[in-house]
């Protein structure tokens, strides 16, 4: 029985003299939720295509459940690339019905589908006069028609109200767990992706910097204690000497201290005790944007964009 | 296969456009027929219009070639415009399938269009038409024609029909190749005459600086003739064959060389699809 979904070995893509992909390696494990996150341009979109055979890579392969990427095992797979591509001048149960044609499915299956999309009441209405946030949503319920195994979905929130985001993060949840369904998605929203997916693969400028999994993540965005108090120098020292903390570092006004919270009442009695008034103290913990941020240096933070030196 | 055919003529007889452009190429047939079952009928006129010169003017009225190249760029470049080549392209069928269905569907749409100046022309001849015997053998076909002889019928008709798929063959590797709907019209209209214009600029060129060798200006000459009569935009002509000096044969040959356009643009079409990287 195949282990992995999906797995890509040195996948690389030149556009003219541009590196665009550079020794992609991923795994993605059956039944997994791929969280694939990178800022605007780092090449996830890029990577999918060349999956989906949409574009050649320069070099490197695609294995698919199991076995180097067949007609067959394309079959298996569903998706939705950047905008969903849709015949505007005919209504959303029509784009479900010429597309069952080729990519399987029931009229039973349309029907079910839109409404898990939540469709059901404008299935007669022409797709031209659709928003954003319901073409994006007709476009998942496309690529849902024949059962695929695995899903890629690049920016599947893209346009979505909070309401549509959590609608679409429900029925991802819900296929998963029902179906088994292998997702791969795309995004460069972590706060979403946070939500359901269980890997991470991070991309930035064309190279995978990692893939980790939710559990090895929670276990590497630890705790901080974070001090505001006088003579800092002596303050470090104590906290050498009493807990040895040797990476706490000074960040302005502020001491921040890698520590359990359980030891912050200790910390605070210890430099109380010898002399150092403290001002104030917070029990920090690191989130997942932090520390993926620091592994990329640029992301997308939900309506802005962040950007590092 | 069977699955794509069947997408691709769902989205061909559920375009709105196709009725449309059927409609276009009915109009001025019917008005055709309209004069010439009223105006120049007479029942005693013993030089009145043969079936012949009949589907002629039928042909050249209905502007097909205009028609086609505007459907078939709609056509081609549809997916591209709408993005659903993405969902098409990803799902594991082979490009050569892929370009054989839309194809198939596309040159339906033109043979739809020259049935319907076919099914008048043939009504409207049956109806006002000279009889005339159609001579079927070899030398009917064959044959030399004298001044003002006609080919043989079901020749002509075949033969138009030719010119018609590979008009659109033509049309649609370029449909392939652009992948924009306005280009891709311009250049179907213009590509053929320009290729024309130049492969005549050469001839011209090469003749003035063969002017002392008159046998190779003469075969240079010649040669411009022989790829005018059988280059696509002339092709389409139904004049060809009424003068002086033609064979019968040379409908002959323009099927052969039609079903070679077919061939040769229909394989570059599909080339290129095979080839296409989906940005």
Redesign the interface.
């Known amino acids: 029985m195949e282990e992995f979904a999906l797995r890509t070995f040195g996948l690389t893509k030149k556009f003219g003299g541009k590196m665009v992909l550079n020794n992609v390696s991923m795994n993605i494990r059956k039944g997994d939720i791929y969280g694939f996150i990178g800022p605007n341009g780092a090449g996830k979109t890029t990577a999918m ?1 060349i999956i ?5 890579p320069t070099s490197g392969e695609v294995e698919l459940f199991g076995s180097m990427r ?6 298996r ?1 569903g ?1 939705l ?10 209504s959303a149960i ?1 784009n479900m ?3 069952s ?3 399987g499915g029931t009229d039973k299956d349309i029907l079910f589908y839109l409404r898990m999309v939540g469709l059901e009441g404008v299935g007669n209405k022409k797709v031209g006069a659709f928003s954003l946030g319901m073409k994006q949503r007709l476009g998942i319920a ?1 690529a849902l028609l024949g059962d695929p195994e695995l899903l890629i979905l690049d920016e599947p929130v893209n346009g979505l109200d909070p309401m549509g985001m959590r609608d679409v993060r429900d029925i991802i949840q819900f296929i998963n767990k029902e179906r088994g369904v292998t997702f791969f998605i795309s995004s460069h929203l972590l706060g979403e992706l946070e939500k359901i997916a269980n890997v991470y693969g991070v991309i930035n400028c064309g190279m995978l910097m990692e893939e980790i999994t939710s559990a090895e993540l929670d276990r590497r965005c630890g705790f901080s204690v974070r001090v505001r108090c006088e003579q800092q120098d002596k303050a470090l020292q104590l906290l050498k000497e009493n807990f040895g903390v040797e990476n706490a570092q000074a960040e302005g006004e502020f001491l921040n201290i890698p520590a359990d919270p359980a030891v912050s009442s200790k910390i605070n009695e210890v430099l109380v005790t010898s002399g150092i008034p403290v001002h104030e103290l917070t029990i920090n913990k690191m989130s997942y944007e932090d520390y993926l941020l620091s592994r990329m240096g640029t992301l997308n933070v939900g309506n802005g964009v962040g950007q590092y030196a | 296969m069977l699955k794509l055919l069947k997408f691709e003529y769902r989205r061909l007889f559920r375009r709105i456009s196709l009725y449309v452009c059927l409609g276009i190429v009915a109009v001025p047939v019917l008005y055709v027929f309209y004069l010439i079952g009223t105006v120049y009928f007479d029942e005693n006129d013993v030089s009145r219009m043969s079936m012949f010169q009949i589907l002629q003017q039928m042909i050249s009225i209905a502007n097909l070639n205009t028609l086609i190249v505007v459907f078939t760029s709609i056509f081609g470049c549809e997916d591209k415009a709408r993005g659903t080549v993405k969902t098409i392209y990803s799902l594991g069928y082979s490009r050569y399938k892929i370009f054989f269905a839309k194809f198939a569907a596309s040159a339906t749409a033109a043979a739809m269009m020259y049935a319907v100046v076919l099914i008048f022309g043939l009504i409207c001849g049956l109806l006002f038409a000279e009889t005339s015997y159609q001579d079927v053998s070899s030398e009917g076909i064959l044959g030399r024609m004298e001044y003002a002889e006609e080919p043989n019928l079901v020749v002509y008709i075949i033969q138009q029909f030719m010119i018609i798929m590979g008009v659109h063959a033509f049309y649609y590797m370029i449909a392939e190749l652009i992948q924009k709907t306005g280009v891709s019209i311009v250049l179907g209209i213009f590509a053929p005459g320009i290729v024309s214009s130049i492969y005549g600029v050469i001839t011209f060129i090469m003749c003035n600086i063969s002017e002392g060798n008159s046998e190779l200006v003469e075969k240079l000459g010649e040669a411009y003739s022989t790829f005018l009569m059988y280059w696509l935009p002339t092709t389409m002509s139904s004049v060809v064959g009424l003068f002086g000096g033609m064979v019968k044969i040379d409908y002959v040959i323009s099927i052969i060389v039609n079903i070679g356009y077919v061939m040769l643009f229909g394989g570059l079409g599909m080339l290129i699809t095979c080839k296409k990287q989906i940005k």
Not at chain 1, 52 to 56: E, S
Not at chain 1, 70 to 75: E, H, K, Q, V, Y
């Open positions: 295509k989906l055979d949409l574009l050649k067949t007609s067959g095992s394309l079959s797979v998706s690339i950047e905008s969903p591509g849709l015949y505007t001048g005919c029509e019905k010429r597309f044609i080729i990519c496309i």
